[in-house]
C-alpha cells in the first residue's frame, strides 16, 4: 500500500440508514477524509459519483479506503474484493456474518498489507473508558446487561434483521456484548441461552443468555426487541467498591448512585478518528470476541417460538 499524502480518499458501500445518519456526517467534520464515491444499488449521495456495484467503484475510482455500512450477510465479498485492490477497509458492526469469515478477512489484510478495522462503534461511547478503568481496578463479581428497544423505532421495515444470517436482537445486543467484552477484566462464556423467535421470522426478537466465568463471576444478559416507551441500554456491575451502572448505551456513568460521567455521544467521529490513526500506523484492529459470543449463543441456545411479529 502506498503512503498517503493528503486526506484518506474513502468510498461507502451500502448508503442506507446508518451512513445517512453517522459516517456522511462524521466523514465530512473529519479532515482527515475526503469522501470520493458511493457503491449501492439504490441509495447516492449528492456531489459525489455514485455506483451500482463496489467492483464498479473500485475500477474506476482513486480510492485509499472503504467503508462497508451494507447488511453484515452481503459485506464478506465485498471486504474481500477491496482488500484484494489494496484498500483500507472500515467494517461496519457486526463485522461478518459469520466468526470463520471475519478470520479470513483477518488474514487476508495482513497478508496485502492494508488495515482492516472492525467497528464497534458503542465502544467509543463516552463513559465506556472510565467504566472499563474502574472495572479493572475493581473486578464485579457479577454484571447484568439489560438491552430492550423498540425495533419498530430502530429498524422500521428492515427485511434483512428478520432473515437467516440477519442478526435479529442480537444486531443491538451485539453493541451490549461490544462493551461488556472490553470493560470487564474476566474471561466470560455462554452457559446457556433461551432465544425467542418470532413464528414467521428467521432471527430472534429476545434473548436471555446466563454466561458463566472464571470462579465465581456471573454475567446475565437480557435482550428484548419489544420495549415500547423508555429505552433500556443498561450494565449494572457488582463491585467490591460499589455498584456500577453505564446506561444510554454507555454514554452515561454512576457509581453507588453518584453520576461520574454524562456527556453527548460522538462514537461514530471517534470511530473515523480511529480508523485514520490505524491507517496511517499500518494497523489492523479486528476484535471478533462479541461476534463469538454472539455466535456461541445462536449454537447453544435454546429455541422458542413466540407470537409473530409484524412491522
Ligand atoms: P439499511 O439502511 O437497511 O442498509 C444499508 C444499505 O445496504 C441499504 O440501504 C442498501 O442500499 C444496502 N443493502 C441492503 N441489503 C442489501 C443486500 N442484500 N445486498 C447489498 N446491499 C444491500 O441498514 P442500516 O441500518 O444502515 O444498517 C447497516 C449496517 O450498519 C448493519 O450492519 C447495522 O448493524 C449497522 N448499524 C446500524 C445502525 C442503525 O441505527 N441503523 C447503527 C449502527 C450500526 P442499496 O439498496 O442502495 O444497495
Known amino acids: 500500500m502506498a503512503d498517503i499524502s493528503g486526506p484518506i480518499r474513502i468510498g461507502i458501500v451500502g448508503v442506507g440508514k446508518i ?15 475526503k469522501l470520493v464515491a458511493t457503491a449501492s444499488r439504490h441509495g447516492t449521495v449528492e456531489g459525489v459519483p ?17 467503508s462497508l455500512c451494507m447488511p453484515p450477510h452481503v459485506r464478506y465479498q465485498a471486504a474481500r474484493a477491496a482488500l484484494e485492490a489494496d484498500k483500507h477497509v472500515f467494517l461496519e458492526k457486526p463485522p461478518g456474518a ?4 471475519v478470520e479470513d478477512l483477518k488474514r487476508l489484510a495482513d497478508a496485502e498489507g492494508v488495515t ?11 463513559a465506556v473508558q472510565a467504566a472499563r478503568a474502574f472495572l479493572f481496578e475493581n473486578p464485579p463479581s457479577s454484571v447484568a446487561i439489560v438491552w430492550k428497544e423498540d425495533v419498530r423505532r430502530w429498524h422500521p421495515n428492515q427485511d434483512w434483521i428478520w432473515r437467516a444470517g440477519g ?12 462493551i461488556a467484552t472490553h470493560i470487564i477484566p474476566v474471561p466470560f462464556f455462554v452457559g446457556e ?19 458463566t466465568g472464571a470462579g465465581d463471576f456471573k454475567l446475565t444478559a437480557d435482550f428484548d426487541w419489544r420495549q415500547t416507551g423508555p429505552q433500556s441500554w443498561d450494565i449494572i456491575a457488582e463491585t467490591p467498591a460499589g455498584r456500577l451502572v453505564l446506561s444510554s448505551g454507555g454514554a452515561k456513568l454512576a457509581i453507588d448512585g453518584r453520576a461520574v460521567q454524562d456527556e453527548p455521544e460522538r462514537e461514530y467521529p471517534a470511530l473515523y478518528e480511529r480508523f485514520a490513526g490505524i491507517v496511517k500506523a499500518g494497523q489492523s484492529d479486528v476484535d471478533i470476541a462479541p461476534l463469538q459470543h454472539v455466535a456461541d449463543a445462536f449454537m447453544l441456545g435454546r ?9
Request: net charge negative; aromatic share 12%.
Open 116 to 126: 482492516l478495522f472492525a467497528s464497534w462503534h458503542s465502544r467509543y461511547a463516552p
Open 167 to 178: 442478526f435479529g436482537v442480537f444486531d443491538p445486543g451485539i453493541n451490549a456484548m461490544s
Open 98 to 101: 459469520t466468526v470463520s469469515e
Open 193 to 211: 441461552a433461551v432465544l425467542d423467535f418470532p413464528a414467521n421470522r428467521d432471527a430472534p426478537i429476545a434473548a436471555q443468555i446466563n454466561f
Open 303 to 311: 429455541r422458542r417460538v413466540v407470537e409473530p411479529f409484524f412491522d
Open 19 to 33: 451512513v445517512r445518519d453517522q459516517h456522511l456526517p462524521a466523514i465530512a467534520g473529519n479532515p482527515d477524509f
Open 50 to 66: 455514485s455506483y451500482t456495484t463496489i467492483e464498479a467503484m473500485l475500477a474506476t475510482e482513486e480510492l485509499d479506503a472503504v
